[in-house]
Nanobody
Framework: QVQLVESGGGLVQSGGSLRLSCAASGIIFRIYNMAWYRQAPGKQRELVATITTDHTTNYADSLEGRFTISRDNARGTVYLQMNSLKPEDTAVYYC??????????WGLGTQVTVSS
């Protein structure tokens, strides 16, 4: 059974930092491209960052270099370091694992709330 479990969300003041984690089980983690998405209230889910199997990363332009995605294949975990948080970063953050067309898995999400 595949599971992606996000953790690390919470309430933080504007300008603060959080580090999200997503622990994967039931998959061969190292062959999966991983990503973080977020969904704010009343808005569509949007891509935040991706990291491929060879650790190539990409980010949404709107982040302005504030977030960093990384992965630890030995631990089967992907991380999202979020710095200089803004109220507009408030959302539920979801972890995604993708392998070609055979595998596309999602976690249940972790809430991030940034107060002004």
């Amino acid at each position: 059974q595949v599971q992606l479990v996000e953790s690390g969300g919470g309430l933080v003041q504007s300008g603060g930092s959080l580090r999200l984690s997503c622990a994967a089980s039931g998959i061969i983690f190292r062959i999966y491209n991983m990503a973080w998405y977020r969904q704010a209230p009343g808005k569509q889910r949007e891509l935040v960052a991706t990291i491929t199997t060879d650790h190539t990363t990409n980010y949404a332009d709107s982040l302005e270099g504030r977030f960093t995605i990384s992965r630890d294949n030995a631990r089967g975990t992907v991380y999202l370091q979020m710095n200089s948080l803004k109220p507009e970063d408030t959302a539920v953050y979801y972890c995604n694992a993708q392998f070609r067309i055979q595998g596309d898995y999602w976690g249940l999400g972790t809430q991030v709330t940034v107060s002004s």
